[in-house]
């Protein structure tokens, strides 16, 4: 079966600084999407970024990157500059790409605050 | 924008009560979900729906139903609710093809 482990429960970083979020996977396929989940205190979940299994490079969104491994199954999301407005529970997901349903696995989440 | 829009943000219910959670989406999305949202465990799917009148159960449907009669609306029925459905109720939707997700903004459900 198909996990996500997102280990950190709880996490803050100072306003400006950098903090890395950590995700692993286990799959057994080859190609499938992983993805960073942003879900601020008004709730409303929205995508960070998305990555390809089949693509070497790592994504980059402005301030967010992920570091993909794909041998070691492990997806982190850089966040660089880190903003208020960052604080938010971030869902580390996984999606099969052959599958026709395209049902998300998600992480436990990580509670991120960025402290002024 | 795709808008996802689930018709409480709370809700509070007794117990044995049938409780009806409704989330349309504007977008013309063929897929829709519902999802339950605890501490701890994350986002873990109950049922989902690919087309009109169609579902299939995802990985907690016990003591839940589902409707999708309009392609526009999800609705999630807890046919007698019990104090341990009380949760986070997040819909989202999703176009064939588009690997991302949207989502509504949460009911957030309490049965006493």
């Known amino acids: 079966a198909q996990t996500v482990t997102q280990s950190q429960p709880e996490m803050s970083v100072q306003e400006a600084e950098t903090v890395t979020l950590s995700c692993t996977y286990d799959?057994?396929?080859?190609?499938?999407?992983l993805f960073w989940y942003k879900q601020p205190p008004s709730r409303q979940m929205i995508l960070v970024i998305r990555?390809?299994?089949?693509?070497?490079q790592n994504a980059t969104e402005n301030r967010f990157s992920v570091n993909f491994q794909k041998a070691a199954k492990s997806f982190s999301l850089k966040i660089s500059d880190s903003q208020l407005g960052d604080t938010a529970m971030y869902f580390c997901a996984f999606i099969e790409s052959g599958s026709g349903t395209y049902k998300y696995i998600f992480g436990t989440g990580t509670r991120l605050k960025v402290l002024a | 924008d795709v808008k996802v829009t689930q018709s409480s943000r709370y809700l509070v219910k007794r117990t044995g009560e049938k409780v009806f959670l409704e989330c349309v989406q504007d977008m013309d999305h063929e897929n829709m979900f519902w999802y339950r949202q605890d501490p701890g465990l994350g986002l873990r799917l109950i049922y989902f729906s690919y087309d009109v009148k169609m579902k299939e159960k995802g990985d907690i449907p016990e003591g839940y139903s589902v409707s999708r009669e309009k392609k526009e609306r999800f609705s999630l029925i807890l046919e007698s609710a019990s104090t341990n459905q009380t949760s986070m109720y997040l819909c989202?939707?999703?176009?064939?093809?588009?690997?991302?997700?949207?989502f509504g903004q949460g009911t957030r459900l309490t049965v006493v």
């Open positions: 990555q390809e299994a089949y693509k070497q």
């Open positions: 799959t057994s396929e080859s190609n499938y999407y």
């Open positions: 989202a939707s999703r176009k064939t093809g588009d690997t991302e997700a949207f």
